[in-house]
């Protein structure tokens, strides 16, 4: 029994040695030896019959993913999608809301009936409950329209044909064509899409893809602008063309935010990122005929349901904050209104107002119910009650808070750019593992979306 | 269930039937460790899913199976640990999924390894299959979508697959869990040896078999209990740092006595992010 121990390097310097002897197109050999076994393995047991279906794919592929046809079309689908969730999703959105209102007075009535002090019914159902209604009302039919036909598009097999479309784009901006992606799944949860950037292998390229994927909204933002859209630029179109000038605006901002991702990451691959584009394959997949099973259940449970309780969870403290803010006097004026009229300077600048300001300071645990976190406050404030329809909410906006186009169109573009949701910021710092790159990840959107509505409010005011 | 089977009238009484039993991710002590492996876009996932019960999120595009995911069933009162790896061409150059994948299959030490084959593909989808031949010899082949392989007037002939490859092959329909039942009966009978693999090894030039046949002995003596001392041989040979790091750091020496132990911890959690 030998009791030498051999040294791991002599075992190296042998195959060194032995590697230099063998010539330097060894490794060729080796993979072209594998890929004629293969080749002849797969010739004796594959038969290909005289299927006409062949090429199928390839002819609908040479068109959507043709250089003249496959952004256009890529434009017209998106357009089609959210044209379909707003004229889907305004009557339920308006159903849910009456009844919500319906619980909530009856509700609020029985409690005074029992003898339960007004404060606490207050708080309870003006406050925590409104806070809910408002949030379920707003979000769950759009989710429920638009979840099941992105997952559609994805069963299918269209998102490598975006990413394909889009690979010049990203490529040209120094970052990785596998961005378009990521960027795709952003437009569903952006720490999703943060999540996705694991796809790609270089560090450099796939932390600009982390840092920028808040630019395209997700689908807590898309109920905000979808709703905006609808009561602001539909209203000034004739009543047919109205849907479709929505889902035209909604198209605009998207574009606007792929934008902002492109730039950015053109500016991050400029300075603090430097590196060249890297070459990378996309196999694009046979279509596939979707499961209806498996698409209901991704979008309606993964996706809906998911990000409605997420919704839930932070709608309940935050409406009662805003109850609590609003309902707490000192010097004989609200909390509310303090830290609205604090806010207002800064507000006005940027084209909004220190109401705005404040449901987002409120909203950081979630996007989603900016929106909703508004209403409540200009409520609290103006002690108005019932919002059941987008009519209401618009007689509210305009009429009694003095709202203009500026102010819808700052709120889209604020509601783009600004910094992720708290739960994104925690899945940058999960991936990245880095303070810096977390802080840079939180605040570059935060200033985008300063300069971008500053510029437009000042741009805007110089000019009317 | 599906109709697919009908032909065979006893289905209902085989014992196969009564036995599969997915188990989620409560995989608790499994008896056997099976890694999934294969192309991206292969129905790897849909696979995982219809075994395990899991909702491994499927969708119709490369690479999104970015970590392993973990999953059970149990057959026949045996538990099965299934290790869903990231879709792969290859195992030759290191991008991060390819190195997943092989570290899994080395260092994991899976009782079985299915590699699933997509069936309208099979000469770029065999590339892997021969190279997973040269770390384990416990393979199944799963020939998947073999309804698209149809609809495309392709016809597979499984026998003569498994014929060339020395391994067993099933031919499937995930979506419709079509064949599964026969693959983890094939699985099943691989572990348990009740089905003899010979696998195919590639016929290298003999200057290179020479020197395959001088490092075997050395890599085995500086890291005893390694599994494919062959392999690792071909990969010092081709110049491949990882291994070439591995060896050096002694994590191949380290394999020898190592239990399964660790490598399930650190999976259950990938598991369960995997889940999200």
Request: hydrophobic letters at 50%.
């Amino acid at each position: 029994m030998t009791t030498k121990v051999l040294d791991p390097r002599e075992v190296l310097l042998r195959a060194d040695h032995l590697r230099r002897e063998m010539g330097d197109d060894f490794r060729d050999r080796i993979v072209s030896s594998l890929y004629a076994d293969a080749q002849r393995i797969a010739d004796r047991s594959v038969q290909i019959g005289t299927g006409q279906k062949w090429d199928w794919d390839q002819k609908i592929d040479r068109i959507v993913t043709s250089p003249v046809f496959g952004l256009p079309i890529m434009l017209g689908i998106l357009a089609l999608i959210f044209w379909i969730t707003i004229i889907g999703a305004n009557y339920p959105s308006q159903m849910l809301a009456e009844f919500f209102f319906v619980v909530e007075a009856r509700a609020a009535e029985l409690f005074i009936a029992w003898g339960v002090p007004a404060l606490l019914t207050g708080f309870i159902w003006n406050g925590v409950f409104r806070g809910l209604a408002w949030v379920v009302s707003v979000m769950l039919p759009p989710m429920a329209i638009f979840f099941p036909m992105f997952t559609v598009l994805e069963d299918l097999g269209y998102l490598p044909r975006v990413a394909f479309n889009m690979d010049w784009l990203f490529r040209n901006a120094g970052a990785h064509g596998k961005q378009a992606l990521t960027m795709a799944m952003g437009f569903g949860c952006n720490a999703a899409g943060i999540t996705a950037t694991r796809v790609i292998d270089s560090p450099r390229e796939r932390l600009i893809a982390i840092l920028t994927n808040n630019f395209v909204p997700c689908n807590g933002r898309f109920p905000t602008l979808i709703m905006l859209a609808t009561i602001f630029v539909a209203a000034a179109f004739p009543p047919a063309f109205a849907s479709l000038a929505a889902a035209g605006a909604v198209v605009g901002v998207v574009l606007i935010g792929v934008g902002f991702t492109l730039l950015s990451s053109w500016l991050l691959a400029r300075t603090v990122l430097q590196g060249e584009a890297s070459a990378f394959t996309l196999e694009l997949p046979p279509y596939r005929r979707p499961s209806i099973l498996r698409i209901l259940y991704t979008s309606l449970i993964d996706r809906t349901i998911f990000v409605l309780w997420r919704a839930i969870l932070t709608a309940a403290p935050a409406g009662a904050a805003i109850w609590v803010l609003a309902n707490i006097d000192w010097n004989g004026v609200s909390l509310a209104q303090h830290s609205a009229n604090f806010l207002q300077p800064l507000g006005y600048a940027i084209g909004l107002d220190g109401v705005i300001l404040l449901a987002y300071v409120i909203a950081i645990p979630a996007n989603e119910i900016v929106v909703p976190t508004m209403l409540m406050v200009y409520m609290g404030v103006s002690a108005m009650s019932d919002i059941t329809s987008y009519d209401k909410i618009r007689t509210l906006l305009i009429d009694e808070q003095g709202w203009t186009m500026l102010t819808a169109v700052n709120l889209m573009l604020f509601s783009l750019l600004h910094n992720p949701c708290a739960t994104t910021i925690i899945t940058i710092w999960k991936e990245t593992r880095s303070a810096k790159w977390t802080t840079i990840g939180a605040l570059m959107p935060l200033v985008f979306a300063f300069a971008v509505t500053f510029a437009v409010a000042t741009a805007v005011r110089a000019l009317w | 269930m599906t109709a697919a089977v009908t032909d065979h009238s006893n289905c209902e009484t085989c014992p196969a039937h009564a036995q599969l039993e997915q188990m989620g991710v409560s995989l608790g002590k499994s008896d056997y460790l099976v890694a999934l492996a294969g192309n991206p876009n292969t129905g790897k996932s849909s696979v995982f899913n219809a075994l395990t019960g899991l909702r491994q999120h499927v969708g119709n595009w490369t690479g999104k199976t970015v970590m392993r995911a973990e999953g059970g069933y149990s057959f026949q009162d045996k538990r099965y640990k299934l290790v869903d790896l990231p879709g792969t061409y290859s195992l030759l150059s290191a991008s991060e999924d390819e190195e997943i994948s092989r570290n899994f299959l080395l260092f994991g030490r899976p009782d079985c390894t299915v590699v699933v084959v997509d069936a309208t593909a099979l000469e770029r989808n065999l590339n892997l299959v021969l190279q997973v031949l040269e770390i384990t010899s416990k393979v199944v082949v799963c020939v998947n979508l073999m309804d698209e392989a149809k609809r495309k007037g392709m016809k597979v002939d499984v026998r003569s697959l498994s014929r060339d490859l020395g391994v067993p092959t099933v031919p499937t329909v995930a979506r419709t869990k079509e064949g599964l039942r026969d693959l983890v009966q094939t699985v099943a009978a691989v572990i348990a040896g009740e089905i003899a693999t010979k696998p195919v090894r590639p016929q290298h030039p003999p200057e290179l078999e020479k020197a395959v046949d001088e490092l075997v002995p050395m890599i085995e003596t500086v890291a005893p209990g390694l599994p494919n001392a062959r392999w690792v041989a071909l990969r010092l040979l081709d110049g491949d740092h990882k291994v070439r790091q591995a060896l050096l750091s002694g994590e191949l020496s380290e394999l020898e006595g190592r239990q399964a132990a660790p490598v399930e911890t650190v999976s259950s959690v990938v598991a369960l992010q995997g889940r999200q």
